[in-house]
């Protein structure tokens, strides 16, 4: 029997662990929770990751795979968008308390965590996940990418990978919309949205 095809997640891996050396140089007073636990959520999403790979995509752990993607990643979207919240609060409401330079280091890795939060998301979400898209079954892509036109100057049978995700999720938060990949679906619309209003609000503060 010829083991099932997965797609790589080493772009993923690396990312979630810049996320996590974000989330460790961020000034102590911008912390939520404590660092250990975003160490744990690394466990809880790297183990699945590594044993997807290791048995070929097998079943029960794609499954809990996909869930600790979407409760991990979930997790580190919610808590950036409240540490958004929080030092915006602090700008209006008590701004005498505020530090510049530790509000300029919380400001820009706020930003970054933005953009690699909603890489890893996009990569999850459009069409159905990595290992769908590598099956080439997708007839209905959440991004429409400029090589997946019939007549684009690319490789046959190209499709989108974590680079892909990453690139849009940098243009979304500099440019507050997409440049290149344009949302077709109404999730994958919202999940813009949320990228650019987070960044604008960052940028603000």
Known sequence: ??????????????????????????????????????????????VPMALVSLTH????????????????????????????????????????TLQPIPLFYTSVGIWTGNILIFALIYWLVDSGGPDRRLDGKVLYPDFNFPAMEEDAPVAPNWRPEIVDYLFLAFTTTTAFSPTEAMPLTSRAKFLVMIQSGISLITIAV
């Open 1 to 46: 029997m010829t083991p099932k095809r997965t797609a790589p997640r080493w772009g993923a891996v690396a990312i979630v662990f810049a996320i996590v050396a974000l989330i460790a140089v961020l000034p102590e007073r911008y912390r939520i929770l404590p660092n250990w636990v975003s160490y744990l959520e690394v466990a809880i999403l790297i």
């Open 57 to 96: 995509g097998k079943a029960f752990w794609q499954r809990a795979e996909r869930l600790a993607e979407f409760v991990v990643i979930g997790g580190a979207l919610f808590l950036n968008a409240a540490n958004v919240v929080i030092v915006a609060y602090n700008v209006v409401e008590n701004p005498g």
